[in-house]
């Protein structure tokens, strides 16, 4: 049985990628990261349980070529697992042509550099998959930072963000928002953990303009969108507002479309766009963002479909730090 999904159409250029670090195989590069300490297959299965065994091997061959290349800060480690998972993207994908594998690395990286101070998950906030990847950075990211990262959840819908708060462990922040004076004010706090964990503020927003308020109220650097739940309704717009607003103030501001490529929600057809259009979501995202990736923020198969690995985009944003944290922790250990 092959060792993990489409073996056949990745094999090659995986080889190809690890031979030019001088592995010879994936078994060799497994044993690089075991024999460093490292335990990416159960990481990265921890991070998201429904995750496919791609995906596991995926990471295996970033932190292979990581420790090869002695990364001994997490920030490089990160780039470098970025071109593990680059080497997994089958090719002519859309994952491929927008060289999301590199992309999900130097995202990595941002998180990991000081000059990030603030990161949030967008989300149209039926998504535990945002949680899955605060989490992962929650978890790990300020191990190796001198100044923590802060992680929050911005999504649509009060009741939805105290759910999941209440759910993960995360510290529920409740707004309210003057449309006059277009100012958001904190009306109640409450964390439902004493750990990790209740670092992460998950906010939920009542509109596009409370959720753009929300975003200057913690000076966002740095986000991801979800792909499709209310893309066009939440995430999307606010991210493409606070854009704008950020250029305006001569404020830096990374923006990150988490899917798209095939217009799996807003297809033109049902958006009446006609046959030449991408799909809405996917239109959306090359709007207003930086980077794009690809496929859903969430669903395994769908990111699958899309040529790179079976992980959704926002647990994958955990993922990556997560390993690229454990890489420096295993250099400062003298275990590479």
């Avoid at 921890?46 to 990364?71: L, R, S, T």
């Avoid at 906010?203 to 308020?213: Q, W």
């Avoid at 717009?237 to 798209?260: H, I, M, N």
């Avoid at 807003?266 to 709007?287: C, F, Q, V």
Wanted: aromatic share 8%.
């Amino acid at each position: 049985m092959a060792l993990f999904e489409s073996y056949e159409r990745r094999i090659d250029q995986i080889n190809a990628v690890l031979n030019s670090y001088g592995i010879s195989s994936l078994e060799e590069a497994e044993k690089i990261t075991k024999d460093a300490g490292l335990d990416v297959y159960n990481q990265i299965k921890g991070i998201q349980p429904i995750c496919f065994e791609n995906a596991c091997w995926a990471y295996i061959v970033g932190a292979a070529i990581a420790i090869k290349k002695n990364c001994r800060r997490a920030a490089d480690a990160a780039a470098a697992i970025g071109e593990g998972l680059q080497s997994f993207c089958i090719p002519g994908s859309v994952a491929d042509t927008r060289k999301v594998g590199l992309g999900h690395g130097n995202l990595g990286k941002m998180l990991l550099e000081e000059e990030t101070k603030c990161f949030a998950f967008l989300a149209g906030h039926e998504s535990f998959a945002a949680a899955e990847g605060a989490i992962g950075i929650a978890e790990k990211a300020n191990k190796v930072r001198k100044e923590p990262l802060r992680v929050i959840l911005n999504g649509l819908g009060k009741d939805a963000a105290q759910i999941i708060s209440r759910i993960n462990g995360f510290t529920f922040v409740e707004t309210e928002f003057d449309p006059y004076t277009n100012e958001v004010k904190e009306v109640f706090r409450k964390s439902y953990s004493e750990g990790l964990r209740a670092k992460v503020n998950c906010y939920g927003a009542n509109s596009v303009p409370e959720g753009v308020a929300i975003m200057h109220k913690e000076g966002v650097d740095v986000s991801i969108t979800g792909n499709s739940t209310n893309p066009t309704r939440f995430q999307h717009p606010v991210a493409g507002t606070y854009k704008k607003e950020c250029l305006e103030q001569g404020k830096k501001y990374f923006s990150v479309a988490s899917g798209g490529g095939t217009g799996r929600t807003l297809h033109p057809d049902n958006m009446a766009a006609g046959p030449a259009s991408y799909g809405m979501t996917d239109t959306l995202g090359r709007m207003h963002s930086d980077a794009q990736f690809a496929g859903s923020s969430s669903v395994p198969a769908h990111v699958e479909m899309m040529g790179l690995i079976g992980a959704g985009n926002n647990p994958m944003v955990g993922m990556t730090v997560a390993v690229a944290v454990s890489v420096q922790e295993a250099a400062d250990a003298g275990k590479f």
